[in-house]
């Protein structure tokens, strides 16, 4: 036996359960936070969806539709705050958050607090 080679040659041992992790097609999973908020309600789920994954599968992970009666399918859904497509494909970390229905016009909702600041203001 030749002992001279055996002192450049480093081996790594990898246990064949490792090995065959490491060699796997699979990709990893994507880690992605399905949040949905209303006046005291806040209900923030992690969930593990694979690659190629949407809005809609992460949605269907988080089960959030049990847990909200209020919600639809029909919901608007957005990434990070932005506004987006149920079929947008997830990327690594995203945080999807569901909106609720406007009740009623933003416009027409300053107007009339404006109108209630003003009414106030003159009784003063």
Known sequence: MDHTRAANTIRLYISPSRAL?????????LKITVAYCAPGVEDVSEVRVPPGSTVRDAIGAAQIHARRPEL????????????????QPLTQGD?????????????????????????RGAKS
């Open 21 to 29: 992790m490491e060699s796997s097609w699979l990709p990893p999973l």
């Open 72 to 87: 639809t399918d029909t919901t608007d859904a957005g990434i990070w705050g932005r506004r987006c497509s149920l079929d």
């Open 95 to 119: 945080r999807v958050e569901l909106y609720r229905p406007l009740t009623i016009d933003p416009m027409e909702g300053r107007r009339a607090r404006a109108e209630l600041r003003r009414r």
